[in-house]
T-cell receptor, first 118, second 114 residues
């Protein structure tokens, strides 16, 4: 069975600090996808990134970066120079590749509430 | 392009009553998913439609929940009778094809059963 663990329930930082959100996953599949979503106060889930299990390259998008390490089954998310607008709930998620019994659906972690203070 | 629309945004009902949630996916998206987040816990998959057919309903908690997608357009999720543990946020998402993980999620319906 698949599982995603976000051990940090809440994180509070001051603006301009860097912050890392941890995500650890479990799966028996060799082909899988990892995701991060942001849920701002307005409520919708906003897609941030998708990585497949064969691509361990780290990715950077502006102030956001992601560190995928298969050896530790982790897919951590770092926000550099955090801003108040980054305050939200962040979810990590996992899905199987084609042919898997749960293909097409996401297994989410519990979410991390990030609060960035001015 | 309109996004995924869910309504109502909030619903407060008494235990034993019936509630129907509605989701309008992005036009042309064959895949429609329902997820639920119970307070403070992870978001959990409920079911997946491909057009009007239920592809996977393994996440439906019990037979008090009934999902439909007549005509392959909008979907409804009915809870009858509602119980206290049904409280949470119900999310709908759509995608053009299965495996297209560029889901678009709606803003969710917050259901409170009192």
């Amino acid at each position: 069975a698949q599982k995603v663990t976000q051990a940090q329930t809440e994180i509070s930082v001051v603006e301009k600090e860097d912050v890392t959100l941890d995500c650890v996953y479990e799966t028996r599949d060799t082909t899988y996808y990892l995701f991060w979503y942001k849920q701002p106060p307005s409520g919708e889930l906003v897609f941030l990134i998708r990585r497949n299990s064969f691509d361990e390259q780290n990715e950077i998008s502006g102030r956001y970066s992601w560190n995928f390490q298969k050896s530790t089954s982790s897919f951590n998310f770092t926000i550099t120079a955090s801003q108040v607008v980054d305050s939200a709930v962040y979810f990590c998620a996992l899905s199987e590749g084609a042919g898997g019994t749960s293909y097409g659906k996401l297994t989410f972690g519990q979410g991390t509430i990030l609060t960035v203070h001015p | 392009e309109a996004g995924v629309t869910q309504f109502p945004s909030h619903s407060v009902i008494e235990k034993g009553q019936t509630v129907t949630l509605r989701c309008d996916p992005i036009s042309g998206h064959d895949n429609l998913y329902w997820y639920r987040r119970v307070m403070g816990k992870e978001i959990k998959f409920l079911l997946h439609f491909v057009k009007e057919s239920k592809q996977d309903e393994s996440g439906m908690p019990n037979n008090r929940f009934l999902a439909e997608r007549t005509g392959g357009t909008y979907s409804t999720l009915k809870v009858q009778p509602a119980e206290l543990e049904d409280s949470g946020v119900y999310f709908c998402a759509s995608s053009q094809w299965t495996g297209d993980y560029g889901y678009t999620f709606g803003s969710g319906t917050r259901l409170t059963v009192v």
